[in-house]
């Protein structure tokens, strides 16, 4: 069986200042790593995702996590944020199980940001 | 290239009523799987369709079912609805591969049951 923990369900951050977005997951097998985001009234879209290599991995509009196997975990972080950040961020898991991929999603963290 | 669509967008039932939920995957898409969203229980897994199999299902009660056409669409059942079953549902498709795929998702259904 697989796992995602997103421990904070919303986190408070002013505008410019950095934030970090924790996510745990637990595992038998090999996994894949993602982080969407969803804007309110709208569905999740992907933000970014580890598969392999580089174990830093980074998005468009500056957002980065990192996959910590050791730690089992692939925090999201973002040296500044911006109003337009505003929104909700699920990290989700993937592993090839018994013949087909699985995915897990965490539960939702919610960023908003305080101009 | 399409996305996913999910009708209807809004839905208000009344308590007792059953409703139907539609989701069209990406074209080419076999992978189908159903999410419930509140704001108290954050995003939760329903089922999962694949060539119009359940594969795997979350802990809901029997109230809640699916099904899966040929053409890879997909229809979820609530019968007997509780105020609690209010909530936005999320319908996502993926394709299916051997290493990690991106889940692409519906905008969709805002239920309400009053």
């Known amino acids: 069986a697989q796992s995602v923990t997103q421990l904070d369900s919303q986190v408070p951050v002013f505008e410019e200042a950095p934030v970090e977005l924790r996510c745990n997951y637990s595992?038998?097998?090999?996994?894949?790593l993602f982080w969407y985001v969803q804007y309110p009234n709208q569905g999740l879209q992907l933000l970014l995702k580890?598969?392999?290599?580089?174990?830093l991995v980074e998005s468009i509009n500056g957002f980065e996590a990192e996959f910590n196997k050791s730690q089992t975990s692939f925090h999201l972080r973002k040296p500044s944020v911006h109003i337009s950040d505003t929104a909700e961020y699920f990290c989700?898991?993937?592993?090839?199980?018994?013949?087909?991929?699985?995915?897990?999603f965490g539960t939702g963290t919610k960023l908003q940001v305080i101009p | 290239k399409a996305g996913v669509t999910q009708t209807p967008r809004y839905l208000i039932k009344t308590r007792g009523q059953q409703v139907t939920l539609s989701c069209s995957p990406i074209?080419?898409?076999?992978?189908v799987s159903w999410y419930q969203q509140t704001p108290g229980q954050g995003l939760q897994f329903l089922f999962e369709?694949?060539?119009?199999?359940?594969?795997n299902k979350g802990n809901f009660p029997g109230r809640f079912s699916g099904r899966q056409f040929s053409n890879s669409r997909s229809e979820m059942n609530v019968s007997t609805l509780e105020l609690g079953d209010s909530a936005l549902y999320l319908c996502?498709?993926?394709?299916?591969?051997?290493?990690?795929?991106?889940?692409?998702f519906g905008q969709g259904t805002r239920l309400t049951v009053v």
């Open positions: 580890y598969l392999s290599g580089s174990t």
């Open positions: 074209s080419g898409h076999r992978s």
């Open positions: 369709y694949f060539s119009e199999t359940q594969r």
């Open positions: 989700a898991v993937n592993s090839n199980s018994g013949g087909y991929q699985k995915v897990t």
């Open positions: 595992s038998s097998v090999s996994v894949y």
């Open positions: 996502a498709s993926t394709l299916e591969g051997s290493g990690g795929t991106e889940a692409f």
